[in-house]
């Protein structure tokens, strides 16, 4: 999440700058969420940004892992 007390703007920057070249690395960013946000009965559990995650996680893992 882009407001996660945890991961800074400036390190999230870095970790999307060093996966830029990366054919196999997605980074995705949600907007006004938290730490944890897709953790369901979670503090910061936001259902759609959660749904949208794990919808592009699914993607990712049956595109790679078939």
Known sequence: GE???YIPAPARAKIEQAAQDKPN???FTYPGQNHAFARHK???YNAQAAEQANKRTYE???KNLG
Request: proline residues 0%; glycine residues 8%.
């Open 3 to 5: 407001a996660d007390e």
């Open 42 to 44: 979670g503090v910061h």
């Open 25 to 27: 690395v997605q980074v």
């Open 60 to 62: 990712f893992f049956k």
